[in-house]
């Protein structure tokens, strides 16, 4: 039996909690897989209980005690204002994910529907919609970020309305030319030829074959929206100021990266570590139950 | 010319280990047309493999050998037997829709298997011309520069060909190579082969499963059930004096023997036993209905029981008699 | 016999250019004509049979009777009612008359549901749902043969065999009086290959159904088949009695296709019509008989003229201006 | 295959003008005064009237949108109006230092990129393999600014082995090695994203029939890889660059401005951060246009490579 035969049984695989069970297993055997899920679940958790294991308040200003070293006292040291760094990582890490997970689940709603009406819908209607999603995907995402962020003033919701723009059209493409290969499949004239309408056809046959790959999908995605929040917020543009961001961190290291390393170092290294995590995990999620899925990014 | 003996080959994968190929024997004689018959997951394309040394990642030959022109195919490296590879022995495949590159154009495929040769590019395209004009192809001059997308996959089959008889092989390996064609396009490809062949003088091994043109077109021919070879002899001893019962079911069952039209086919029911987790006796012994005890015990020796017609069957000198 | 299904004069066209390509590229007729006046019809429980070659029109016949393709002309009379341009809620009513099968046995079938829903599909589909699905699944899969386990299997899970027969168990569900079966033997081994047919002759003599099959495979058509006809390039080049046809056939067409079934014994002495070239392809559609540049026999009337049908006696036609010799 | 290209560049004409209409739309139908948004609340009535008129906004919107698609289409971009000069000499003021930024780091990704992909293909599952999986997904997994700042923590600021400011003071080999490392922060990420695509579609190439045929001739292997394989697996690695010029734009925004680089980038940043819109608008669209050449572009190499798409009807 060859690799390939045995990866199509693995696409078609139902989702029911045995089968999540194992394929989980699959992906902690391998070392990559192991790691990314180990070190997402690091980041869930000291996301979700910031609060509970941040020593300092994240936005208590002690002058005296700036530009710190890290120390048994501030982990990874203080910024230019005295703030605990590793307290406001820990914090920063909150807002990344809520940003990452709220912005991608509602692209990813809008753009299985987009991308479905596209897809088995009329001729005209796939065209115009096609045309849109290729117009907005010709904006570089910070250039058009950017262009957002004149219109709306910088904000969290800024960041996330530009990541929901740019995500819909790569969801819908994805997602309608999914559904023109089901549509002209056998088992799909089968339903036709009984009689199901369109959205009998829609729901029960189409659907659940194209959720899995767009979650494989999507779960890759989380790390560039981290990527984008991060940068948005390096740049000003993002979240404001004195809320902590991965971004803001950076930025405040930057301006004294000639005077102490530390900042930059402290603000970087969750970033790399979560992206590192969430591309892993993703990459193995990907092998294990679709290995053709996204050749091209 | 070609000579497999006891060859078994095994593929390690998650569920276990595959015994795709167990102790399997075959003979092609120089010059003659060897058809091997067998349905889906009888261990064809895995004994093609062995003989070409294109065998999966995860297959490995276990024990026996594979004797082509005096040495063991398994004994040389990957070096010498590609040396071999389009030279001595040359492959038609069954897809003729995926078996050329679709960006190179057919002149300059014909062109890159004559690397060996230390002719001009002038001369290896005149022989691309007489080739493709021997299979059939008009026009062969023009059409030299066209890319596969632009033939009908009759006549891709036939370019297949020609590229594969270019070098003059000793053996050709032709897998189902008209199984993907219509019926009319089928008899011609078949005709060609078998003028070339003659014409040439080499051997071919011809894999199908369309009894009718084994029949047809082979002198000998081997019966594969489940990774072994359970029959062979000639032609007219498989056809009319078959020995093995999974030969004489699989000849029952073409409805194309059967002279009187009938609501009532006739079937073999089960099903393959799991090569992974092999009967202890004959491998057929669960759907032959003159199994004995011996055969759910005992592993059945291949065994001559007429010049050229050998069975791998506890009854088999007694069967082919009644 | 009355007959359930009437097709007459039948034409199913698709476009090949969009008109913007079709006007750059200078395409006066951006068509091609997959079904080019087609008439036949099938009696009460008979099993008719469609033969062809790749392109010849045969799947895109069957999907218009499915009303899965729009024809652009003729008619498909079911039980007397006209089916094109029917109203798309009657349209759905109508097709529990008519059972389909696919080639691909496997793919076929929705691949993440289970056999069970698979098998309660017809039933919701059809507004049925208060009866005891359940029931309805094991009846189905008795029908067929199955064991009652395969409904909690998913359809990878089959062999293609058993996959060929959920498939007819889907078909029959709603009680069809006519079902269609595309290639029902595709990608079947012979040995199984007879299962099925053997299944869809036993449920036709007990229900009494109709068969339209289509396939390439004129050994089955011989056993199991009352009527056949023959399509080349959308046409029917030949129908008539399955065994009148095979005795003595009359196009010379059905001739090569005959003979092209080499039979399996190497003694046979076969007396064969071999054609040369082959099937052209459907842009470029060659003028009178389409068959004229493969024929042995055609000159210059079959460039320019298509035959008219010829009926014999024991309504047997073919379309052809130089039939063969009737022994 | 004339008709081919005609269509595929009809198309990017159509998607810039689609894309322009969306963003002047978009800009024009945000809640409050976009004249106000520029010049602030306290500006005069009469100055906010004059900036209004000046800009065309008294129009309805469609007819904007087409008044203000036929001066771009005549090459002009609208002007600066607080510096009072015309956009169109701001952005192609800048845009050379971008393009040399996202070229060079493209061209460094695809030197190391494309190879060890081939590498890690060829030598399946192997030791190589492996290292070069890992570190092109950690490569991807960076974000460009966070390697810039590194980069700069590193090699400038600790190793002082080249500068992390500027463009240089004019002469070329200054230039040069002031873009060693922008262009490094821009290329790595890519060098990850070149390496898994050429693996990725390398071995599904070589999983094709037609190479098993191109083995069963005993083609050498160099023959092979180099020429059935690589030609057939480098098309998708020609889109990803052509999209790809749009993800590097995005990270010239990051690098120009953590190097404090001229570009088009660093402009766009100091517009927004001015709410200098008519400049925002110039060269977001500039930015926009420049993606959908070059996708188009990379479509049309494909096109060309490709005898299937060449005779496509």
């Known amino acids: 039996m060859s690799a390939t035969e045995i990866s199509a049984q693995a696409t078609q695989m139902p989702a029911t909690w045995q089968n999540v069970w194992r394929a989980l297993k699959r992906v902690l055997r391998e070392p990559l897989g192991a790691l990314g899920f180990g070190l997402v679940m690091f980041v869930l958790v000291s996301a979700i209980g910031a609060d509970f294991f941040a020593p300092f308040e994240p936005n208590k200003i002690d002058i005296r005690a700036k530009l710190q070293p890290p120390s048994a006292e501030h982990y990874l040291g203080t910024d230019q204002l005295g703030r605990d760094i590793y307290s406001r990582v820990l914090v920063g890490g909150r807002i990344a994910l809520k940003v990452s997970l709220v912005s991608i689940g509602i692209a990813l709603v809008i753009g299985l529907t987009l991308g479905l009406i596209a897809g088995y819908g009329p001729r005209w209607l796939d065209n115009s919609l096609m045309l849109l999603f290729d117009s907005v995907r010709s904006f570089p995402t910070v250039m058009f970020a950017l262009a957002v962020v004149t219109l709306f003033g910088p904000s969290l919701t800024t960041v996330m309305i530009v990541v929901i723009v740019t995500q819909i059209p790569i969801y819908g493409r994805m997602v309608r030319s999914q559904t023109q290969a089901l549509r002209d499949a056998e088992f799909i004239l089968a339903e036709r030829a009984m009689g199901a309408g369109f959205f009998r056809i829609i729901a029960m046959h189409i659907l659940p074959n194209v959720v899995g790959p767009l979650l494989i999908l999507a779960s890759m995605d989380i790390p560039f929206v981290i990527t984008i929040e991060a940068g948005l917020s390096f740049l000003g543009m993002g979240v404001r100021p004195p809320t902590p961001s991965w971004g803001t961190i950076l930025n405040d290291g930057y301006s004294y990266i000639y005077n102490t390393p530390w900042p930059v170092i402290a603000g970087g290294i969750p970033v790399i570590l979560t992206t590192l995590g969430f591309t892993f995990l993703g990459e193995s999620l990907r092998d294990v139950f679709d290995p053709k899925l996204r050749k091209e990014i | 010319m070609l000579e497999i003996s006891r060859l078994n080959v095994e593929f390690t994968t998650e569920r276990g280990v595959i015994k795709a190929l167990r102790d399997v024997d075959l003979e092609v004689p120089r010059g003659s047309i060897v058809g091997v018959v067998g349905e889906s997951g009888c261990g064809k394309s895995t004994m093609i493999n062995s003989i070409i040394g294109l065998l999966a990642h995860n297959a490995a030959v276990r024990s026996g050998s594979i004797t082509f022109e005096g040495s063991d195919l398994l004994q040389k490296s990957q070096r010498e037997l590609r040396d071999i590879r389009g030279t001595r022995i040359s492959m038609v495949f069954q897809d003729p829709m995926t078996a050329l590159n679709p960006v190179l154009s057919i002149g300059a495929q014909m062109t890159d298997i004559q690397y060996r040769d230390p002719i001009g590019m002038a001369q290896k395209k005149q022989r691309s011309i007489r080739m493709l004009s021997r299979v059939g192809i008009p026009d062969p001059e023009t059409r030299l520069e066209n890319y596969p997308h632009q033939f009908s996959g009759g006549m891709r089959q036939r370019i297949a060909i020609a590229m594969a008889l270019q070098a003059e092989p000793a053996l050709l390996i032709a897998d189902e190579p008209t199984t993907a064609l219509d019926a009319t396009l089928e008899v011609q490809i078949i005709h060609r082969l078998k003028d070339l062949q003659q014409s040439m003088g080499c051997s071919i091994l011809f894999i199908s499963h369309h009894l009718g043109v084994i029949a047809e077109l082979c002198d000998f021919v081997v019966v594969m059930y489940g990774g072994e070879v359970v029959e062979r002899g000639t032609v007219r001893d498989i056809f009319h004096r078959p020995a093995h019962p999974y030969t004489i079911k699989l000849l029952e069952c073409d409805p194309a023997r059967i002279a009187e039209t009938t609501r009532a086919l006739p079937t073999i029911p089960g099903e393959i036993p799991d090569l992974v987790n092999l009967p202890p006796g004959c491998i057929f012994a669960d759907r032959c209905d003159r199994c004995i005890k011996v055969c759910r015990e005992q592993i059945p020796q291949t065994t001559e029981f007429a010049e050229h017609h050998w069975a791998r069957c506890h009854l088999a000198g007694s069967m082919a008699e009644t | ?327 | 295959m004339w008709l081919y290209f005609a269509k595929r560049i009809l198309l990017g004409v159509l998607i810039v003008l689609t894309a322009v209409s969306l963003l002047y739309s978009m800009i024009h139908l945000v809640p409050g005064d976009p004249v106000k948004t520029i010049l602030g609340p306290r500006a005069s009535p009469e100055l906010q009237a004059q900036i209004r008129t000046k800009m065309g906004l008294d129009d309805p919107l469609p007819v904007q949108i087409v008044k203000f698609i036929g001066r771009v289409a005549t090459g002009d971009l609208g002007e600066d109006v607080f510096k009072r000069k015309s956009v169109n000499t701001i952005v192609f003021e800048q845009l050379p230092h971008t393009i040399y930024l996202v070229l060079s780091g493209i061209g460094w990704a695809m030197l190391v990129g494309i190879p060890l992909g081939c590498l890690s293909a060829i030598y399946r599952n192997s030791m190589i393999d492996r290292i070069a999986g890992v570190l092109s997904v950690s490569c991807i997994a960076i974000p460009t600014f966070v390697v810039a700042l590194y980069s700069v923590l590193l090699f400038a600021v600790t190793l002082k082995w080249l500068p992390a400011i500027g463009a240089g003071d004019g002469n070329f080999s200054s230039y040069i090695i002031h873009l060693i490392l922008p262009a490094f922060a821009v290329g790595l990420g890519w060098v990850g994203y070149l390496a898994r695509l050429v693996r990725a579609s390398m071995l599904e190439v070589m999983s094709e029939n037609h190479v098993r045929t191109a083995r069963a001739f005993g083609l050498p292997e160099r023959t092979i890889v180099f020429k059935y394989v690589l030609r057939l697996a480098i098309l998708p690695t020609v889109t990803l660059i052509g999209m790809g010029i749009g993800i590097l734009l995005s990270s010239a925004v990051f690098t120009e401005i953590v190097f404090a680089r001229p570009g088009i980038g660093r402009l766009i940043f100091d517009a927004v951060t001015s709410r200098n819109y008519p400049v925002v608008m110039g060269s977001v669209l500039v930015t926009t246009v420049l993606f959908v050449v070059s996708t188009t572009v990379a479509d049309l190499i494909n096109a060309l490579v490709d005898p299937r798409l060449r005779h496509h009807k």
């Open chain 3, 1 to 327: 016999m009355k007959p359930l299904l009437e097709i007459s004069d039948l034409h199913v066209r698709f476009r090949t250019h969009s008109p913007l390509s079709a006007m750059m590229n200078g395409i006066q007729d951006p068509f091609v004509d997959a079904v080019n006046g087609v008439s036949l019809h099938i009696g009460e429980g008979e099993t008719y049979g469609l033969v062809g070659e790749s392109g010849s029109g045969k799947t895109t016949l069957a999907r218009s009777i499915l009303g899965l393709v729009q024809p652009q002309q003729g008619s498909i009379r079911y039980a007397g009612t006209e089916l094109i341009g029917m109203p798309a809620a009657q349209m759905k009513r109508f097709r529990s008359n008519v059972g389909a099968m696919f080639q691909d046995p496997v793919g076929s079938l929705s691949p993440r549901m289970t056999i069970g829903s698979l098998l309660a599909e017809p039933f919701k589909i059809h507004g049925l749902s208060d009866r005891d699905l359940g029931h309805e699944a094991t009846r189905l899969l008795d029908m067929v043969g199955l064991n009652r386990d395969f409904s909690s299997r998913y359809p990878h899970q089959l062999s293609g065999g058993q996959a060929r027969r959920v498939g007819v168990a889907r078909a029959l569900a709603l009680n069809p009086k006519l079902i269609i079966a595309d290639e029902p033997t595709a990608g079947l081994d012979v040995s199984v290959q007879g299962e099925i047919l053997n299944l869809l002759g036993k449920l036709q003599a007990e229900l009494g159904i109709s068969i339209l099959v289509i396939t390439h495979n004129l050994n089955v058509v011989r056993h199991i088949t009352d009527r056949m006809g023959i399509m080349y390039f959308g046409r029917v080049l030949e129908q008539g009695p399955t065994s009148a046809i095979f005795h003595q056939p009359s196009h010379p067409y059905t001739l090569a296709l005959l003979s092209a079934n080499p039979e399996p014994d190497p003694d046979a002495e076969i007396d064969r019509l071999e054609l040369h070239g082959e099937v052209p392809s459907l842009f470029n559609r060659p003028g009178g008989c389409e068959f004229h540049p493969r024929c042995p026999f055609s000159d210059d009337t079959c460039k320019s003229a298509f035959p008219d049908i010829t009926e014999l006696d024991n309504a047997h036609s073919f379309r052809c201006h130089h039939p063969l010799q009737r022994a």
